[in-house]
């Protein structure tokens, strides 16, 4: 799949399928925060899904817990280290850390 970050330093690119946006944004060559490692508890990872939204992984109970604690229900909020990439997609990165 092709995976774009929208962000000043983001990066596109082909990635392997079933890697998570964080994986992915790695393979590329870019660096997403992820402050609690990746283990849905920290939601600096956040992105904002712009396009291919039903090409990532449905979001799981910790993920949607993690975004509705946060008020980040929205569903174009997604987990970078949750989310899996099964298809293109386009997701905004937040520029300043949350
Ligand atoms: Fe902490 Fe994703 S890295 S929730």
Known sequence: ????????????????????????????????????????SCTTCRVEVQAGGDNLSEIDFDEQDLLDREALSEPWHRLGCQARVLGDVVVRVPETKW
């Open 1 to 40: 799949p092709h995976v774009s970050f929208l962000h000043p330093q983001g990066r596109s690119g082909e990635v392997d399928a079933n890697l998570t946006l964080l994986e992915a944004a790695k393979a590329l060559g870019f660096q997403l925060n992820h402050d609690c490692g990746g283990n849905a």
